[in-house]
């Protein structure tokens, strides 16, 4: 066989089928990154509390009935499951493979949800809210609840996207309003308090109004991520976005942000995986 045919019939054909099963790994093959947490606010008595947060599942689906994903939540035995929005996409709406994932995680552990920008522009999404509180999750609508935990209680907030509020122009303002709702009439001023919020590029918000941890998501990673650089594109943050992945901090505010699960208006990831997050809550020594 000449040099030409075997370009032809082997090396070309075998880079292509290489480069398919790269891609298909980066859309679906989930990564999970643990942080440790602890605070002086957290209370005595509990040794570990661990958060699974999910997130931007834009109403993809992980194997038959979200097996591989649960499978991987399952083992991490969260005492807790958060998702911050977007757990549905108003492009290509798939309310089965949404509702099917939060069923999946119900029989882990409670969880809790906030809406994103996606479920306020998918128009069915209000009956699929109304099937996910009926099978037993708490939608937390600008809202708060107290968690036990040891001899204490934490604080957890949910925050809906900003696009649920029309009565204030800038992103800023509307989740100002939108906090200022949800921690009204809080029980417990001191405890150690958790921010579910979709949007990353509002931490300075999130900070100043005194959270100690924010979860987000929505900037997908960058979509793009450059070895060694970081991420390349996302919403409302344009290019080279400051706020795409990871954890930050501001004072003694924190922020992690979920890379998220699916895609939505481009439908290709590059190193960039989808991603589950585990946060440990642990107890400050001594």
Avoid: C
Wanted: charged share 20%; net charge neutral; glycine share 10%.
């Amino acid at each position: 066989m000449s040099k030409t045919k075997r370009w032809f019939m082997i090396y070309i054909p075998a880079a292509i089928l290489l480069l398919i099963l790269f891609l298909y790994a980066e859309n679906n093959w989930i990564g999970i990154t643990a942080h440790k947490v602890s605070s002086e606010k957290l209370p005595a008595g509990f040794g570990t509390y661990r958060i699974v947060q999910l997130s931007d599942l834009q109403s993809k689906e992980f194997g038959r009935d979200q097996k591989p994903l649960l499978r991987k939540v399952q083992k991490l035995k969260p005492d807790l499951i958060v998702v911050t929005g977007d757990l549905v996409d108003s492009s290509h709406y798939d309310e089965k493979a949404s509702l099917t994932m939060m069923q999946g995680a119900l029989k882990i552990a409670p969880v809790y949800f906030i809406r994103g920008n996606h479920e306020y522009a998918a128009s069915r999404y209000p009956s699929l809210e109304q099937k996910l509180i009926e099978a037993g999750v708490h939608v937390l609508r600008n809202e708060h609840t107290s968690i036990e935990l040891g001899d204490g209680f934490i604080q957890l907030v949910g925050v809906d996207d900003p696009l649920y509020n029309r009565k204030r122009d800038g992103d800023a303002a509307k989740i100002e309003a939108h906090l200022g709702v949800a921690l009204e009439g809080i029980e417990h001023p001191g405890a150690y308090t958790i921010l579910l919020s979709h949007r990353p590029e509002l931490f300075q918000v999130y900070a100043d109004y005194g959270m100690d941890l924010s979860l987000s998501g929505h900037a997908h990673g960058g979509q793009f991520r450059i070895p060694f650089v970081g991420g390349v594109f996302a919403p409302e943050q344009g290019f080279w976005p400051k706020y795409s992945e990871g954890r930050h901090q501001l004072g003694g505010s924190e922020m992690i942000i979920s890379r998220g699960l699916g895609n939505s208006t481009f439908p290709q990831r590059l190193f960039n995986r989808p991603e589950i997050i585990l946060i440990e809550l642990t107890e400050t020594a001594g």
